[in-house]
């Protein structure tokens, strides 16, 4: 815990008109991958293992805390951009594809990445998976754009090895043209063993869609994001049931970022500000949250109410899968570990 009190301690400094550079303030510290691709899907296991994918067919592991990487992907899917992933440990992961009709997959690895079992093919010819998350080793959702007017969600309960469309009588009306972002991995978050929360954009409101009963029943409540073909919700994060961010804003020039937060499981959502179009935000310890963009990364530390810009460097997606863990990846092969500068 120690460097995150460095970083409430850089902030507060900051707060009080006191010179940043009297306190270490959290740094991203990269590693070098080896690999060019854009990579928007990240799972951290621990600060030894993380997965990472992303496009040209490529799934990345590290199991020496980010010094060496492996490329690890199916054989014959370099066409294909995987833009999700989920690990259990070092063995198991489930990898999540995206694009029109089969170009959305599903592929499952027990053996850390030496074979993968494709366990799922969308059927659909203007289907679209964006996004995956796990309540927990078995069960699991997919989220992916409308369908005959309504988002498509497909859960498991065997960790990915099978999927089941669930019916779409549970889900609200879409708007027109609404849908989800496949940015990061993260327009869908779980928490605890029965709720999930959808975030959306591209229809007249941005929306955050919950459901507590494992994705067969959802409620959609507007947030004050901005909404448009290239705005809306990126990516929830849940620190409990209760308590959630959402982050996003628009990616396209001059690349404006919005946030909010909830207190209410999603019922209601209150404004916040960040440095820019922010695509990733995991929790950390306590009330402390990262959010990641192109253009930089921010720190809150009163769960997302108030931001901090730290960095400049560009990223897509950010997991924290423990509180002094936390991991960030994005374009060119980007990925990087926080510490303490």
Not at 48 to 74: M, N
Not at 145 to 166: H, M, Y
Not at 224 to 253: C, E, I, K
Request: glycine share 14%; hydrophobic share 35%.
């Amino acid at each position: 815990m120690r460097w995150i009190t460095g970083i409430a301690a850089a902030l507060l400094t900051v707060t009080m008109a006191v010179p940043a550079q009297a306190t270490p303030g959290p740094t991203w510290r990269l590693h070098t991958t080896g690999s060019d691709a854009r990579l928007r899907g990240l799972s951290a296991v621990s600060p030894l293992v993380a997965w990472a994918s992303g496009s040209a067919g490529t799934i990345l592991r590290t199991t020496d805390g980010g010094r060496t990487w492996e490329q690890k992907a199916p054989q014959g899917t370099a066409a294909l951009d995987f833009r999700d992933i989920q690990a259990f440990d070092a063995q198991h992961a489930v990898a999540l594809s995206i694009g029109e009709g089969d170009s959305s997959r599903v592929y499952r690895t027990d053996n850390g990445g030496k074979t993968w079992q494709q366990t799922q093919t969308n059927q659909e010819p203007k289907g679209f998976y964006d996004c995956m998350a796990f309540f927990d080793q078995r069960h699991g959702l997919i989220v992916g754009d409308p369908l005959n007017g309504r988002f498509e969600v497909l859960a498991t309960d065997d960790g990915g090895r099978s999927w089941q469309i669930l019916p779409n009588t549970g889900m609200p009306d879409a708007q027109p043209n609404e849908a989800g972002f496949a940015a990061s991995g993260q327009c869908v978050a779980t928490s605890g063993a029965n709720d999930a929360w959808i975030g959306s954009g591209g229809g007249a409101q941005s929306r955050v869609y919950h459901s507590s009963d494992r994705g067969r029943t959802w409620h959609a409540t507007a947030t004050p994001l901005p909404s448009n073909a290239s705005s809306g919700v990126f990516a929830v994060a849940f620190r409990d049931r209760n308590h959630g961010v959402a982050v996003g804003g628009d990616y396209s020039p001059p690349n404006a970022g919005a946030a909010a937060t909830s207190r209410d499981q999603g019922r209601t959502w209150q404004a916040a500000s960040v440095g820019g179009y922010r695509s990733g935000a995991a929790w950390l310890l306590g009330n402390a949250v990262v959010a990641v963009g192109p253009t930089g990364s921010d720190l809150s530390l009163d769960g997302g109410q108030h931001w901090r810009q730290f960095d400049t460097g560009s990223f897509d997606t950010v997991d924290c899968p423990g509180p002094v863990t936390c991991w960030a990846a994005g374009e060119h092969g980007r990925v990087a570990t926080l510490g303490v500068g």
